[in-house]
């Protein structure tokens, strides 16, 4: 196979692999030294932002950021009781058919054994490679490996930890970030200032030292762990659209350094198997953007069908541990499952981790439900494709930022998939003992019903209506399938 180039021409004949379509479900180790704390996403932003929630705990807890920074939070990371192979276990056994890890986040702190920055895992806090870790025990299940980066909006996001507080006993004293022995850390970011510091903007920097930094860096990840997915927290690098004409115009020189890493990613893969089996995931809408890999869009997803495949990136509480934050519950992440892949999507979901490495008892649980629906109807996720249309009935889900609201459906809902002649409709609000009324097959004659887990169930079409009747005890606790030939 031909190599790609770093070029948008080059990178537009890509096409998704088979196995990420027919994948359906990831599990995602959004994990680090920010679970420390136990107090949820960007702590290691926030502490450093007088007046946050973050910011009082720390203080209180930890002491006064000009004293106690995040490199030392970084240090009391250990991840003692992290036993990848187990986890990944539960998680096959739970539906999962890929893995990504996170390599880095805005923080800096990179989760493998790293020559190009000191602040790794492996020679701070758990003294561990933690994606070399994590690859080994994918192995085992045959899982594909991603990486996730959040390196690329790193610059500008911690230009914080270079203020000080404006009042109380420590006003004017500055943060550890100001301190030159860890600049290479903190970053040298003094140019995007330290007001305003509730607004992060920009997202990326147009610091051109940082950017070739950033390729660096992934291009090291890209080399040392040929991942199968691999996923930027943002936009391209470095366009963000929305700040200048030069990227509303796909300025090639605005992308260079993301196109490198892309091209890169797609070569080393065909160098390992003699075909292109990477993904690549990120955020701008655009086709003329996404379409050198996959679109993702995170906590939320599209109204209908796509004819190219896509990705979603949720979560089960918040992105890192917190003890204040709930979880969802099972049946809303396997009816949200169902939605995204009844429109040509991928779901990856976050299940959270402790400092430790081990999961809760609730996490336990969600990967338990999660395993009992999949025995039943994962025939209906994996290796299916979009149907002629994805629904019936008048609920959809609600697309509104990052909102997740659990969705209210009706015996009325229906979502489809179909594979190998068999059409697959998703009872969303249904009960047992009911008579289904499905509208979508008029034109398509019927042979045969089966209820997933139960077997062949009493039909009837009339007037082009297809009439279903189910038994009182349906086999699974949410979103049952009907499988129509």
């Given at each position: 196979?031909?190599?790609?180039?770093?070029?948008?021409?080059?990178?537009?004949?890509?096409?998704?692999?088979?196995?990420?379509?027919?994948?359906?479900?990831?599990?995602?180790?959004?994990?680090g030294p920010q679970s420390v704390p136990?107090?949820?996403?960007?702590?290691?932003?926030?502490?450093?932002?007088?007046?946050?929630?973050?910011?009082?705990?720390?203080?209180?807890?930890?002491?006064?950021?000009?004293?106690?920074?995040?490199?030392?939070?970084?240090?009391?990371?250990?991840?003692?009781?992290?036993?990848?192979?187990?986890?990944?276990?539960?998680?096959?056994?739970?539906?999962?058919?890929?893995?990504?890890?996170?390599?880095?986040?805005?923080?800096?702190?990179?989760?493998?054994?790293?020559?190009?920055?000191?602040?790794?895992?492996?020679?701070?806090?758990?003294?561990?490679?933690?994606?070399?870790?994590?690859?080994?025990?994918?192995?085992?299940?045959?899982?594909?490996?991603?990486?996730?980066?959040?390196?690329?909006?790193?610059?500008?996001?911690?230009?914080?930890?270079?203020?000080?507080?404006?009042?109380?006993?420590?006003?004017?004293?500055?943060?550890?970030?100001?301190?030159?022995?860890?600049?290479?850390?903190?970053?040298?970011?003094?140019?995007?200032?330290?007001?305003?510091?509730?607004?992060?903007?920009?997202?990326?920097?147009?610091?051109?030292?940082?950017?070739?930094?950033?390729?660096?860096?992934?291009?090291?990840?890209?080399?040392?762990?040929?991942?199968?997915?691999?996923?930027?927290?943002?936009?391209?690098?470095?366009?963000?659209?929305?700040?200048?004409?030069d990227q509303k115009n796909k300025n090639?020189?605005?992308?260079?350094?993301?196109?490198?890493?892309?091209?890169?990613?797609?070569?080393?893969?065909?160098?390992?198997?003699?075909?292109?089996?990477?993904?690549?995931?990120?955020?701008?809408?655009?086709?003329?953007?996404?379409?050198?890999?996959?679109?993702?869009?995170?906590?939320?997803?599209?109204?209908?069908?796509?004819?190219?495949?896509?990705?979603?990136?949720?979560?089960?509480?918040?992105?890192?541990?917190?003890?204040?934050?709930?979880?969802?519950?099972?049946?809303?992440?396997?009816?949200?499952?169902?939605?995204?892949?009844?429109?040509?999507?991928?779901?990856?979901?976050?299940?959270?981790?402790?400092?430790?490495?081990?999961?809760?008892?609730?996490?336990?649980?969600?990967?338990?439900?999660?395993?009992?629906?999949?025995?039943?109807?994962?025939?209906?996720?994996?290796?299916?494709?979009?149907?002629?249309?994805?629904?019936?009935?008048?609920?959809?889900?609600?697309?509104?930022?990052?909102?997740?609201?659990?969705?209210?459906?009706?015996?009325?809902?229906?979502?489809?998939?179909?594979?190998?002649?068999?059409?697959?409709?998703?009872?969303?609000?249904?009960?047992?003992?009911?008579?289904?009324?499905?509208?979508?097959?008029?034109?398509?004659?019927?042979?045969?019903?089966?209820?997933?887990?139960?077997?062949?169930?009493?039909?009837?079409?009339?007037?082009?209506?297809?009439?279903?009747?189910?038994?009182?005890?349906?086999p699974v606790f949410c979103a049952n399938?009907?499988?129509?030939?």
């Open positions: 196979m031909k190599n790609f180039e770093p070029t948008f021409e080059s990178l537009y004949q890509y096409s998704a692999p088979e196995w990420f379509r027919d994948a359906k479900f990831g599990i995602w180790s959004h994990w136990m107090f949820g996403d960007w702590y290691a932003r926030n502490m450093y932002i007088q007046g946050t929630q973050q910011y009082e705990y720390h203080v209180r807890h930890y002491g006064h950021p000009s004293k106690f920074g995040y490199k030392d939070i970084c240090a009391l990371w250990k991840a003692e009781n992290f036993d990848p192979e187990s986890l990944i276990e539960k998680y096959y056994k739970a539906g999962a058919r890929y893995l990504m890890t996170q390599g880095t986040h805005h923080d800096h702190f990179f989760n493998y054994n790293s020559a190009v920055n000191r602040m790794n895992s492996v020679k701070v806090g758990p003294h561990k490679d933690i994606l070399a870790l994590w690859k080994a025990a994918a192995k085992k299940y045959d899982l594909p490996f991603g990486i996730s980066e959040h390196l690329g909006a790193s610059f500008s996001w911690w230009r914080v930890n270079k203020g000080c507080d404006k009042t109380g006993p420590y006003a004017g004293v500055p943060y550890d970030g100001n301190d030159p022995a860890w600049q290479d850390f903190y970053h040298a970011n003094q140019e995007h200032g330290t007001e305003n510091p509730g607004e992060c903007s920009p997202w990326y920097t147009s610091n051109k030292a940082f950017q070739e930094y950033w390729l660096r860096c992934v291009t090291e990840m890209i080399d040392l762990f040929k991942p199968d997915l691999f996923y930027t927290d943002g936009v391209l690098p470095f366009g963000d659209h929305w700040l200048g004409e090639p020189e605005v992308y260079s350094p993301g196109l490198q890493a892309v091209a890169r990613l797609y070569n080393t893969s065909i160098a390992e198997y003699g075909e292109n089996r990477a993904v690549y995931l990120q955020k701008d809408r655009r086709p003329e953007i996404y379409s050198v890999g996959v679109l993702d869009i995170e906590k939320s997803q599209l109204p209908g069908i796509m004819p190219q495949p896509w990705h979603t990136d949720t979560c089960i509480g918040n992105w890192f541990y917190d003890v204040h934050h709930p979880y969802k519950q099972p049946d809303q992440i396997i009816e949200m499952l169902v939605d995204i892949i009844s429109k040509n999507g991928v779901m990856l979901l976050n299940i959270l981790q402790r400092p430790d490495g081990t999961i809760d008892e609730d996490a336990g649980f969600i990967l338990k439900k999660l395993g009992e629906w999949f025995a039943v109807c994962g025939e209906a996720v994996y290796g299916t494709r979009p149907w002629r249309v994805f629904s019936e009935g008048d609920t959809f889900v609600k697309i509104e930022g990052f909102r997740e609201d659990k969705t209210e459906w009706n015996r009325n809902d229906f979502r489809f998939v179909q594979k190998d002649g068999a059409v697959y409709a998703f009872l969303m609000g249904a009960a047992g003992g009911e008579t289904m009324t499905l509208r979508s097959f008029a034109e398509q004659e019927v042979r045969s019903v089966e209820l997933l887990g139960y077997g062949p169930v009493p039909f009837k079409k009339e007037w082009g209506v297809l009439l279903v009747s189910l038994p009182e005890k349906l399938v009907l499988k129509i030939r």
